[in-house]
């Protein structure tokens, strides 16, 4: 099944940890993203990679570092994990060069 | 940068009735996507339509379909024969024209939840 997916899809953790959230897609696309949803539902962009490449870093603390392994694959590390932290993370992928396909979510919970 | 703004933070319609969900947005860009998606409880991002700016044809997709008033930057979302299943968080976004140094990115709207009445 063609798709892109998350893991973990939810992740309760302790304040100060260090966490990580996978993402792959097998429908062969270039270009793969982190988009954030805050508590008010708000969806934001954080990072973009083309071919393993980091093309899109907007205003992020760099407690997170995203990875690219290879094109199918982004992760997102986040360290030393704050409150305000908590959301739900999710990946996409293009395709058609225009439209998005986005995984399931990852609601991570820092308590 | 672009922004998008919809001002509708709830709305509800009753099964079978038409809704209609607005949407603005912001830009000096004169080639643009733009996209609504459907967001359910189970949180998953279900693309809805999209519209390119370079054409001027209203997109539809069965139910749906969009007013697309370029001029006023405006693009609002029409669903006709409202299903219990339709009822969600909406959320306009904008994509800036490709090869763009945006790289594709979307900007979104706050969303605006959609509940349906039987």
């Known amino acids: 099944d063609t798709a892109v997916s998350q893991t973990p899809k939810y992740l309760v953790t302790q304040m100060g940890n260090d966490k990580s959230i996978k993402c792959e897609q097998n429908?062969?696309?270039?270009?793969m993203y982190w988009y954030k949803q805050d508590s008010k539902k708000f969806l934001k962009i954080m990072f973009s990679y083309n071919n393993k490449e980091l093309i899109i870093n907007e205003t992020v603390p760099n407690r997170f570092s995203p990875k690219s392994p290879d094109k199918a694959h982004l992760n997102l590390h986040i360290n030393s994990l704050e409150l305000g932290d908590s959301a739900v993370y999710f990946c996409?992928?293009?395709?058609?060069?225009?439209?998005?396909?986005f995984g399931s979510g990852t609601r991570l919970t820092v308590v | 940068a672009q922004t998008v703004t919809q001002s509708q933070p709830e709305m509800s319609v009753q099964e079978a009735e038409t809704v209609t969900l607005s949407c603005t947005y912001d830009t000096s860009e004169s080639d643009y996507y733009l996209f609504w998606y459907k967001q359910p409880p189970s949180r998953q991002m279900i693309l809805v339509i999209r519209q390119e700016a370079y054409k001027q044809q209203n997109a539809t997709e069965n139910r749906f379909s969009v007013n697309f008033q370029k001029a006023a930057k405006s693009f609002s979302l029409k669903i006709s024969d409202s299903q219990l299943g339709d009822a969600a968080m909406y959320f306009c976004?904008?994509?800036?024209?490709?090869?763009?140094?945006?790289?594709?990115?979307?900007?979104f709207g706050q969303g605006t939840i959609l509940t349906v009445h039987p």
């Open positions: 976004a904008y994509r800036s024209p490709a090869g763009g140094t945006s790289y594709g990115k979307l900007t």
């Open positions: 429908l062969g696309h270039d270009t």
């Open positions: 996409a992928s293009s395709y058609d060069s225009v439209s998005k396909k």
